[in-house]
């Protein structure tokens, strides 16, 4: 920059660059380092906020709707996705005409819902918008160093180019200004009206503070019809499933199997409240909810942090050859109690699982050939599984469990079904595989199998095993 005259209009440019785009003019390449890096961590930031707002959006806006067909139960019926489907697309675009048409007063009437719905809504809108403006300035960030490192290369081949250099360069100018066709007619970008200028950076991380939502540290399940009918909890309580490390909830001694009725003198009233309640807290500021424990009620006082921008990470599956965790299980079907000290092979299986009913007859086969007992283990209410295992016409494991809170799900690090984990009679992982394919078979060594539909020796016994 010993000569700064000289790049005058390359310095202007980068002035009204900064100006538009809320930024500063930089002079040098360092000065833009740091905030290619600020820059997309921030928006990151904003983008989870923005999904995190619109969550709560559309889960109060569910409830909205849920509320107001109860309300016009003639609506109830013109939902239905089967009444749906039938109708042709204009018949649908109408139907969505006249549903708008009365959900709109009728969301408007209930002022309170109606606020509640546009704050979310334009917080949503806030983060989504500074998320953009931030990519955007990322882009602007890679524009300035563009430009700056033109400069150091003209005035270094000013300086210290060789003729080769120069000519090289005067041949890459030429190539860049090369036209295939002729000039365009219509009016040229410099000559349109500028759009307004994006707002100063300062200005959208204050905006960060501002949409930023306050963060509890849990994963929750409504609670269905009967629980709530059995304690008598209000419409919105929810159980505890994962209390995350580390969290307010944690530090406040909030418990998995906790039931959250809502603050005070206030409870929850819809399923998923107790979500916008929290985001909506000040971070940092006592609050007290009412809990429900083992048939006892008391209050918990936490103080919300900001959400984080990657959740806590949850312990992963036991290693082989590590202690199993403990079951933490209701019995439905088989056994009252769980006996100590026996080898038993866990099965997290779900209802709807297809991949779970493809491994049963190799899961028997190897019951049988082993001695070990199976626990089928799902987190589905016992009704579903009395209904399931009622209809089911194939063979299935004698003892069933649930796990309703989860909680033997999350020790055994269980992400998907179906999952298997083989326990010595020590209480010592010894097999754990998470998937089925019948190709693989179960993969427990010293176990092969091979269905009775594959078998080519009429004398095989189905279920054989070699060890």
Known sequence: WEHRGDWEPDIRLLDRIG???????????????????VLPEVSKQLRTYAQRWEEALEALALENLKRFTEARPEWRERLEPKHLQALDAETRRQTAHALLAELGPYTEHDRPRFERL????????????????????????????????????????????????????ARLV????????????????????????????????????????????????????????QMGAPAGAVAVL??????????????????????????????????EWTMRREIGEAAVLQVRREGETFDVALRPAPYPIKLPELPGPPQVGSAAPPLQVELVRGATQLSAH???????????CLACKSALPELLAFSAARGIEVLAITDEPPENLD???????????????????????????VSGTPTFVLVDGAGTVRHYRAGYNPRQGLG??????????????????PGTASQ
């Open 19 to 37: 100006r538009r785009f809320g930024f500063f003019s930089p002079r040098s390449l360092a000065e833009l380092e740091r905030q290619a890096t």
């Open 118 to 169: 546009l704050s979310l809504r334009q917080r949503a809108r806030d983060a989504s918008q500074a998320a953009y403006r931030m990519e955007v300035r990322l882009g602007v960030v890679l524009r300035m160093r563009t430009l700056l490192t033109s400069i150091a290369g003209r005035e270094y081949l000013a300086r210290h180019g060789t003729p080769a250099e120069r000519s090289a360069y």
């Open 174 to 229: 030429a190539c860049e200004d090369l036209s295939l066709f002729s000039p365009a007619t219509h009016m040229t970008a410099a000559e349109l009206a500028a759009p307004p200028s994006f707002p100063s950076i300062a200005e959208d991380q204050q905006l960060v503070e501002a949409v930023m939502p306050a963060w509890m540290g849990i994963r929750y399940r409504p609670l269905q019809d009967a629980e709530r009918a």
């Open 242 to 275: 994962t209390v995350y490390p580390d969290s307010p909830a944690e530090h406040a001694g909030m418990q998995v199997a906790d039931v959250i009725l809502g603050p005070p003198g206030n409870p929850f009233e819809e399923p998923n409240q107790v979500r």
């Open 342 to 352: 026996k080898p038993r092979l866990l099965f997290f299986w779900a209802t709807w």
């Open 387 to 413: 209904r399931f295992l009622r209809d089911f016409p194939e063979p299935f494991p004698e003892i069933v469990a649930t796990d309703r809170y989860r909680q033997t799900f999350q020790s055994y690090g």
């Open 444 to 461: 427990i060594e010293g176990w092969q199998w091979t269905p009775q539909t594959k078998r080519v020796s009429a004398d095989s016994a």
